[in-house]
Nanobody, 122 residues
């Protein structure tokens, strides 16, 4: 069983930066690929970014590429999402997710956090 806890969400203005954190427990964090998703009311959960277990490979949704950076610190069992140049359309609940395989974590991860709200105003 994996437990994931997100933090770092909040209110921001357009152009600001926020950093989300997700700390994992319950299994070997360093073995899992990790991802961030987001969801707004009435819409399906959207893939944002993913990172391999060692941190050597990352991938991003087109909507955030160049503005967001995913990273991880396996010694701290934590994955981060640095969000720069925030836009109102980035407003969503952000979830971290874990899965053994990098390809699967981007589509259908088994383990999810509870989510953290990010709200960006003009």
């Amino acid at each position: 069983q994996v437990q994931l806890v997100e933090s770092g969400g909040g209110l921001a203005q357009a152009g600001d930066s926020l950093r989300l954190s997700c700390t994992g427990s319950g299994r070997s964090f360093s073995e899992d690929a990790m991802a961030w998703f987001r969801q707004t009311p009435g819409k399906a959960r959207e893939f944002v970014a993913a990172i391999t277990y060692g941190g050597g490979t990352t991938t991003y949704a087109d909507s955030v590429r160049g503005r967001f950076i995913i990273s991880r610190d396996n010694a701290k069992n934590t994955v981060y999402l640095q969000m720069d140049s925030l836009k109102p359309e980035d407003t969503a609940v952000y979830y971290c997710a874990a899965e053994l395989r990098f390809g699967v974590v981007q589509r259908n991860p088994r383990y999810w956090g509870q989510g953290t709200q990010v709200t960006v105003s003009l």
